[in-house]
């Protein structure tokens, strides 16, 4: 990943390295002397650590003999330190090695730069589509027959164009049984996802309810809901429409307006679903219960 904003490189001149090597060289030639003048002392360290290393299987290796046999106080060979670490030196060096290469590995495969980093084809057509298009995009529209859609809801009239006011509870209460259950719960939501209720377990009760009639509607076309679904449905859909508390006045006249405003409840549905769009609130899958009951009507608000 390419920063936004980088350093710019110090250049090192000649100098400075030449003057970190012979700074290099110095500290060499000290411990060199150092060693030169403890080995007695130091050459028992060494073999204690190289013994505490390999939990003493050192001593059986030729300079491990050597290191083990020398008596107390003698000076070892100047350059028996330089070559007893040899075997070591190598062992560490492919161990080094091989860390490394599983690093360099899980670093070209693992890390996020490498996950997120276009490939060669990542900007063509089919590869865009196939990472970012949305899943509705991949689903066939319903069949404009009405005998290849399934079922279809009637265009039902709007009841509410001769009510005066539809914070009136009662007055919409009044008109509310003459709403088909599938469009009571799809004004129910709608009307939700531009105007939220403060009760929110309003929206999980209109989603159950309609999941229960739309599954006992795909089982029998012509088995009515039970009368318990219904005064559900229509009940939140009065609640929806004519509830104050804690919601966007402003917003609650619009919809009022649209909702009477409008020649059929189908039309209404489908102004409502484009007024919620800008609020980010209108899910599709709230809607996946009307496939069973009005195909149409549900293509028409998850179109937007």
């Known amino acids: 990943m390419t920063p936004l904003f980088r350093e710019p490189v110090a250049a090192t ?16 030639a000290m411990l060199g002397l150092v060693w030169w003048t403890f080995s007695p002392i130091l050459g028992q ?38 070559k007893s670490s040899v075997g070591f030196g190598l062992a560490a060096t492919l161990l080094t090695a091989l860390l490394g290469t599983l690093a360099w590995h899980k670093r070209s495969s693992k890390h996020i730069e490498v996950l997120i980093a276009a490939s060669v084809n990542a900007f063509s057509q089919r590869s ?3 990472a970012y298009a949305p899943p509705q995009c991949l689903v066939r529209s319903p069949s404009p027959e009405p005998e290849a ?39 129910s939501l709608t009307i939700d996802a531009a105007a939220p209720l403060k009760d929110r377990k309003a929206h999980a009760a209109v989603l159950k ?10 089982a029998d076309p012509a088995a009515d809901p039970s009368s318990v679904i219904l005064a559900d449905l229509r009940g939140l859909m009065v609640m929806a429409i004519s509830d ?28 409502l679903a484009s007024l919620a769009l800008p609020t980010e609130r209108l899910f599709f899958p709230d809607y996946a219960w009307l496939r069973h009951v009005d195909p149409t009507l549900q293509s028409v608000i998850t179109s937007y």
């Not at 001149?13 to 290099?24: D, H, M, T, Y």
């Not at 939990?55 to 003698?74: C, N, V």
């Open 13 to 28: 001149s000649p100098g400075r390295i030449v003057a970190l090597g012979a700074v290099g060289l110095a500290v060499l």
């Open 45 to 82: 360290v060494y073999a204690g650590l190289r013994l505490a290393e390999t939990a003493t299987l050192w001593r059986f290796t030729g300079w491990g003999h050597y290191f083990m046999t020398m008596p107390a106080g003698q000076p070892f060979a100047f350059v028996s330190i330089y």
């Open 128 to 130: 865009i589509r196939a």
């Open 149 to 187: 859609a399934g079922p279809v809801v009637d265009v039902v009239v709007n009841p509410f164009q001769g009510l005066r006011d539809l914070r009136d509870a009662r007055a919409v209460e009044g008109v509310a049984e003459s709403v088909p259950w599938p469009v009571a719960a799809a004004l």
């Open 209 to 218: 309810a309609a999941w229960t009639a739309a599954d006992r509607f795909a």
């Open 244 to 271: 104050q508390a804690g919601r966007d006045i402003a917003m609650l006249d619009r919809i009022h307006d649209l909702i009477r405003g409008s020649d059929t409840l189908n039309d209404a549905v489908t102004q």
